[in-house]
């Protein structure tokens, strides 16, 4: 399937300004009344710039997150697109591990032709069909300049524990990464979102609470998966005392969060748009890592551009070893078997 398409992903000019239009129809569906697209009293980027390093960890610190423009070169986004385009977006039989589930689908397709689910963890990418895109997107989320700006955080390089890539939107409800994923101190992991594409503002931006990671909401305690939480979550990105913060992002920006801030994504306004992007989760190289929503974590790693990342595909036994193959190199028979053994177990 043919996904490019004609219009501009460039941003309109009638969306620059620091907050949207009240009288935006799209406001409707967005978490809040008001969504800044820079800090609150700031005409123009606040950001320090990785050239001070200081400066750059103590605006983290402060706010909980941090943007860095044009980190990543523009040639490597697009070679990451590419991929994308070539190895994976019209591959209808393959299996991808997927965020919102944390099983092993197929494509499903917005009304435009995106990849509605990101696929996540491109480092088990094990298929020889996809290997261009999971190189591309390894070089990306490795990239020296994310490696310089976490060296800048924490003080020492940092391990790669959880990757992603958005195609569409699905729309990612306000929560925490620590309640699902951290260090071994808690609140030590940090988030990296890579614009692949200029994202246009109806695509659903990246939004973040900024210095949300000193503020406990009531009631987030419960099951970081459940509909509890994401209604608490919500209700306090809506009604809160914080602002609402979605930056412009065009191809090559970074945005860097504290595992505990709080962020998600708007909704789509017009689903013509894709939000192509690479994230990744580092975790410092002194501290272990841990899963607060999984009975067992992985152990393997791989390195790439120097950079440790973690492996999570299940192939600890002989039959698992032999699951993934068959799902990665013949998906029209893994998809077979999955579909008699459903029968067969409804039938029983």
């Not at 987030?220 to 809506?238: G, I, L, Q």
Request: proline letters at 6%.
């Amino acid at each position: 399937m043919d996904t490019q398409h004609t219009h501009d992903n460039a941003h309109d000019g009638a969306h620059r300004s620091g907050t949207r239009d009240d009288h935006d129809d799209t406001l409707r569906v967005l978490p809040r009344r008001t969504v800044l697209e820079q800090p609150a009293g700031c005409s123009g980027d606040p950001y320090p710039p990785l050239s001070r390093p200081q400066e750059f960890r103590a605006w983290f610190e402060r706010e909980g997150y941090v943007l860095v423009r044009g980190a990543i070169p523009a040639r490597l986004c697009q070679a990451g697109i590419d991929a994308f385009r070539a190895d994976v977006i019209g591959d209808r039989l393959s299996f991808f591990e997927r965020h919102v589930s944390g099983k092993f689908e197929p494509h499903h397709y917005t009304p435009a032709g995106y990849m509605k689910y990101p696929i996540m963890n491109l480092q088990d990418l094990a298929s020889r069909r996809h290997a261009g895109f999971r190189r591309a997107g390894l070089t990306v989320l490795t990239h020296p300049a994310i490696q310089r700006a976490l060296a800048a955080l924490t003080g020492e390089p940092a391990r790669c524990v959880h990757t992603m890539y958005f195609d569409g939107n699905q729309v990612t409800w306000a929560h925490r990464d620590g309640h699902y994923i951290d260090s071994g101190d808690d609140g030590g992991m940090i988030g990296v979102w890579v614009a692949a594409e200029d994202i246009h503002p109806d695509a659903g931006r990246f939004f973040v609470l900024p210095r949300s990671h000193r503020i406990h909401v009531p009631g987030e305690e419960v099951d970081p998966n459940s509909a509890a939480y994401k209604a608490r979550m919500a209700d306090f990105v809506r009604d809160g005392p914080l602002d609402c913060v979605a930056p412009v992002l065009r191809q090559g920006d970074m945005l860097i969060w504290s595992s505990m801030v709080i962020h998600g994504s708007l909704p789509t306004a017009d689903e013509r748009w894709s939000r192509r992007s690479f994230t990744a989760h580092y975790v410092p190289e002194s501290q272990r890592y841990k899963w607060n929503v999984r009975s067992r974590k992985s152990e393997r790693s791989i390195r790439f551009n120097r950079v440790e990342v973690m492996l999570h595909a299940d192939d600890g036994t002989r039959a698992a070893r032999l699951r993934n193959h068959v799902r990665a190199e013949w998906p029209r028979v893994y998809g077979a078997a999955r579909t008699l053994w459903r029968r067969l177990s409804a039938g029983g």
